[in-house]
């Protein structure tokens, strides 16, 4: 079995920055990709962020220039750096993560972007 422990969520202001973090533990062999999803209020899950094994990097088109995806292979941790944080960012952030032949997901964390 795999944990996905999610942390750094919290309440900041506009414009302001917050760090995601997301460990992952148990029988892992090997780390395929590595996402950050969100479920804003009222909406679908989508796709905020993935890396690759390799380091390749992709955003969703709202938070390029603002987020950073990024992961340490040798703790088995991702990270997500958010800055210039907009309300629209509110929502539950999920990682997850691809083992080959499983997927898992975090329990979520959330962030509120609130003056």
């Known amino acids: 079995q795999v944990q996905l422990v999610e942390s750094g969520g919290g309440l900041v202001q506009p414009g302001g920055s917050l760090r995601l973090s997301c460990a992952a533990s148990?029988?892992?062999?090997?780390?395929?990709?590595m996402a950050w999803y969100r479920q804003r209020p009222g909406q679908q899950r989508e796709l905020v962020a993935i890396i690759t094994d390799y380091g390749d990097t992709g955003y969703v088109d709202s938070v390029k220039g603002r987020f950073t995806i990024s992961r340490d292979n040798a703790k088995n941790t991702m990270y997500l750096q958010m800055d210039s944080l907009k309300p629209e960012d509110t929502a539950v952030y999920y990682c997850?993560?691809?083992?080959?032949?499983?997927?898992?997901w975090g329990q979520g964390t959330q962030v509120t972007v609130s003056s």
């Open positions: 997850w993560v691809d083992l080959l032949l499983q997927t898992y």
């Open positions: 148990g029988r892992i062999s090997s780390i395929r990709r």
